[in-house]
């Protein structure tokens, strides 16, 4: 069963649009004004642009620019763009050659010829082939998406449960881990010194002397 490929009736055409849109902005629709006006090209032949564009997907249905449009017009995007629009668009040439894209030109036209079911030197063969090796020349098919860098890891608030133990310093050269203690003492109420004496002597006799 014979199939329709997307071609362009001006194939020579087809790079030169291309390049426009590169250096157009992207437009709400994508029509027949835009193609003439802002691009420049108004040729009846050139205007079946349109309609190869949507069958490779780089315009939905109503004429509205697709994400692999807006991929296409970004430098680091646009081989691999351009790859998925012929892969989309040509999808029956690459149903019977994953590879259809590094094809000799001779059995690129014979495998065209077989999915059309047209002869090797019909016109629309030869359209076919043209538009896709034109369109080609900005694929890349072995490139991949670029890789948005990792937002660096939230450093978590230091709380008293992860603060880094703090190093003593002995009278040696070595170094030696430490804790510091904070101690809370409620002294009495009461005016005889006495007391006062044996509770700080106490607490250097058992706590503060090392």
Known sequence: MSKDLPYMSSPGTLPKILNKIIEASVPENFNYDFLGTKLGFTGGNQKTFISWAKKCDLLNQDGTPTQIYKNFRNPDYRGAAMA???????????TRNEYAHDLADKELKKLISEVTGKPH?????????????????????????????????????????????????????????????????????????AIYDAIFKSLKENLLDE
């Open 84 to 94: 998925k629009a012929l892969k989309t668009g040509y999808i029956e040439l690459y």
């Open 121 to 193: 030197d019909n016109s629309t063969v030869k359209a076919i082939y043209n538009s896709f090796k034109n369109a080609k020349e900005f694929a890349d098919f072995e490139a991949t998406v670029p890789k948005k860098e990792k937002p660096a890891e939230k450093t978590k608030e230091q709380t008293p449960s992860n603060l880094p133990v703090p190093i003593q310093k002995a009278q040696s050269s070595e170094l030696k881990l430490g804790l510091n203690y904070t101690i809370n003492l409620v002294l009495p109420k009461t005016d005889d010194p």
